[in-house]
């Protein structure tokens, strides 16, 4: 299915290349196809050809860990156009890393009205602002420990509605439940994943300069979730490219294998303001796992709390607003001076695993966590810039990371890692 997917997109990779070269003519551009709705050649000049690249190099203080090296973050390329104006899509590949030929985004849009629209394929679920924020648009090396809390992408239907001059967003979508095309599915019958989320700007229309930005809102998912697709893996920044976690949960626990697990139940709160060159914004979530049923011991509840709050000075020439449930970034200014041109950002996070699930004397699961980044962001022009980040992590519960060639094994408790990375889009 990839494989045939990543045909489809090289091919038009191709055929965009002749409609902006030239190098062949259709009989009759004046003419449109059967179809009335859909001009070919008016659809060729609307085809944009993007992607972005990261590489990073990452330091770790611990001496124990060799992960200290540079790194490939993302490798992507996409490709989208307005097929009219009420048909739209996008497709979006990782060409980075083992997994090559990822499929990340492929999906369709259709333009109800003005307001309202439906989107069908793969992408994000709507879930969380972090999530919804343009990876390019991210302001630390990586996203926060709750991140991982919850699916990201998957495949499904979602129908949005962006109402009073971006002041009221509402989006409900039906999902596989089981993350990208690719996920592993269990043997029960498939039950989708519903989520929902709702962002309201509740003082645009006051002339309250310092709140006309203000926003707030919430999420939740719900789903009769499957025991094999129990799975839950939290990382902290300097574990986000390896393998190890913060916390594990699957279906084998510290009561044996899992033999049944009820409902996944998602809640999320979030709220923001954008004022000037200042941007706060904060997210409280939780979820939770029901009658999860063990081979030895209780049938019980697993619950995990996390939630950051984030501060950022922004002296470029973009200006962040808020745009159909997303934090956008444009370019409406002349651009400053090299030196001028950067972002400040500040982040404390907390997470809490569910001590009564974590594995006696495994090392790979904490009672909690707290984690402080400060960031800062030099760009040099609208489509490049650098990245510093520097995080520190502090673990209530030690943290394996390696076995020594004499017995003796290494635990961390704390982590110290310093990101940089150069970005650029096109």
Known sequence: MKKCLFKIFVA???????????????????KKLNNPHIDLNKALEKLNI?????????????????DNKFDIRKARLNSKAELSSTISYLIEFELQG?????????????????????????FKVPYSMELQIDDNNITFAERSMGY?????????????????????????????GDGPDDSTRGNRKDEPEIFSRVLLKPFHYFKIPLFKNFFTGFSFSKKRLNISSLS????STGMAKTKRNIYVLN??????????????????????????????IGEYQQIEYTQLKPTKGDIDDCTFRSWY???????????????????????????????????????????????????????NSVEDAQSFSIALTWFYNSFAYILFDYTHSDYSNPIRLRSNPDGDIDYTEREDVLTLRFSLSF
């Open 251 to 280: 279906s084998n626990t510290k009561f044996g294998l899992l033999l049944d697990v009820n409902d996944l139940n998602r809640n999320q709160m979030e709220f923001g303001l954008i004022w000037g060159s200042l941007i706060a």
């Open 98 to 122: 083992n997994k090559t030929q990822e499929l990340i985004n492929a999906y369709i849009d259709f333009k109800i009205s003005k307001n309202i629209a439906f989107r069908i394929g793969q």
């Open 309 to 363: 709050l984030s501060l950022m000075f922004n002296n470029s020439s973009a200006e962040y607003n808020i745009e159909k449930g997303i934090l956008t970034k444009n370019y409406k200014q002349k651009h400053k001076r090299f030196f001028e041109e950067f972002l400040l950002a500040l982040r404390y996070e907390s997470f809490d695993g569910d001590s009564d699930w974590i594995i006696e004397k495994s090392y």
């Open 148 to 176: 991982y809390l919850h699916t990201g992408r998957d495949v499904g239907a979602m129908i949005t509605n962006d109402f009073f001059n971006h002041s009221l967003y509402i989006a409900s979508g039906v999902f596989n």
């Open 232 to 235: 839950l893996n939290v990382k």
């Open 12 to 30: 038009l990779l191709l055929l965009a290349d002749i409609g902006v070269c030239g190098s062949y003519e259709f009989e009759d551009s004046n």
């Open 50 to 66: 993007n992607g972005n690249i990261q590489i990073d190099y990452q330091y770790l203080s611990d001496e124990e860990r060799a």
